[in-house]
């Protein structure tokens, strides 16, 4: 193993389970919540959990989450935990690129996520939500989280890569991301080039993916157009030294940003409905958000009118806060890090777990009741440490698509409470701890029926 001790200083305390060599193993492959909601309890919010010869240090709670979301590129790195991005993102993309390079790309895609591209993002939402929904017919049974998926990609094709794509070309990009998204297996984290064939057909989905945007990029060069989109954002993006990225970054470019936000955005998007629906008080007070904002506009849904939704921003935010689906965000220590009278060693792991801090009782009171009034303005919890709620993680690699996937998420759920008569099937659905992104175990189902003055008939599109 390696040396683990740093002169003078002391370790944090260590958790262990069941039997020695693979019990932590075990515990850790059954259920990573369960180790480090046992590991606090026991432990306090720093203990260090070994699997094989990797030391893996928990931090729990807002004041030691500090360590994780201060801490700088050189002393906590990303790309050694998330490797296993780099058969889908790419090489020198992201993940795979040097520090300096990545913090360029990282800034290109900021520029496609700004607030003001929002404006336009969400009328794209809009229109594919309304096509969408209108498919759905008078009546019948869904499940949503099937659904949602299959809304949400359209909109990323179209608002990420553009009209081309989202009109000539969907069936076939459709069809490679579910290749590339298969092939990311658990497995993959610990392997991501094991010879399986799941990671053939992603390395095949992979190089199809960026011939087809190598196609439509030289087009748009060719043919001198601009499009009002993320892939036209990153064509025309330079680096510091004036290079622009290639085709090959652009496509990986693309793929990261579709990653980051698809599963996350359909599984909260379907935890909030699933949770609205069963919270009838709440459900009642949205709507009547809705009527009221929406009245003042004119019967108009766009960005100004969504921003003003505070009610359906809580209750996301409280859903986050009790189903995230990231429930472990890591780096890797590059430099020691002090907590308390402990020091976390190089090249340890240090963790945080979204899902067990929004569960702490110490920060979130009757932290197991979905209370979205909880985070309301003047309220005990707003004012809480800026790292007690973090959903969408913190820091410099706070999420940068938070704006997007609420405009997402408000719109899909606008649309529906405005058009259809709802009504949840059986009870609320388990988190799957098992899956690489923690969303509701299947079937989310719901029953719908089409309002007489439904939304959906008297929008008119152009
Ligand atoms: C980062 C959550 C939607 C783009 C993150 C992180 C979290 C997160 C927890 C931090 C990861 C870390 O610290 O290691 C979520 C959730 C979403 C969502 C819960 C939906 C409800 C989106 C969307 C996009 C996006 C829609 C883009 C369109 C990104 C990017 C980063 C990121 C680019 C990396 C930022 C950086 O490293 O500097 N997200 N995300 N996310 N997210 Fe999201």
Known sequence: GIAREVKGQQLPPTYKEGLPLVGNLIA????????????????????????????????????????????????????????FSVPIFGKGVVYDAPLEKRLQQLRIMSAALRPARMYGYVDQMVLEAVQFFRKWGDQGQVDILESLSDLIILTASRCLMGREVREQLFEKVSKLYHDLDQGMQPISVFAPYLPISAHRKRDKAREEMVQL??????????????????????????YRDGSRPSEYEVAGLLIALLFAGQHTSSITGSWTGMLLLRNKDVFERVKKEQDT???????????????????????????????????????????????????????????????????????F????AWDPDRFGPNREEDKKAPFSFIGFGGGRHGCMGEQFAYLQIKTI??????????????????????????????PCLLKYR???DSFLDRVSLY
């Open 213 to 238: 945007f190598r196609t439509v990029i030289q087009n748009r060069r060719r043919r001198n157009v601009k499009e009002d989109d993320m892939l036209q954002t990153f064509m025309d993006a330079s």
């Open 28 to 83: 850790f492959a059954k259920g990573p919540l369960n180790v480090v909601q046992r590991g606090y309890q026991s432990c306090g919010d720093i203990f260090t959990f070994k699997v094989f010869h990797k030391h893996i240090t928990f931090l729990v709670g807002p004041k030691a989450h500090e360590i994780f979301f201060q801490g700088t590129d050189d002393e906590l790195d990303q790309n050694e935990v998330y490797a």
């Open 293 to 363: 904002i929406i009245e003042e506009h004119g019967d108009e849904l766009n960005y100004d009118v969504l921003s003003k939704m505070n009610l359906l921003h809580l209750c996301i935010k409280e859903t986050l806060r009790m189903y995230p689906p990231l429930i472990l965000l890591m780096r890797k220590v590059l430099k020691p890090k002090f907590y308390k009278e402990y020091v976390i060693p190089e090249n340890d792991i240090v963790m945080v777990s979204p899902a067990a801090s929004g569960r702490l009782e110490n920060v």
């Open 413 to 442: 759920w606008t649309v529906l409470v405005r058009s259809f008569d709802l009504e949840p099937i059986g009870d609320l659905s388990q988190p799957d701890y098992n899956a690489m992104v923690v969303g509701p175990r299947p």
């Open 450 to 452: 089409k309002k007489k």
């Open 365 to 368: 009171k009757n932290p197991n």
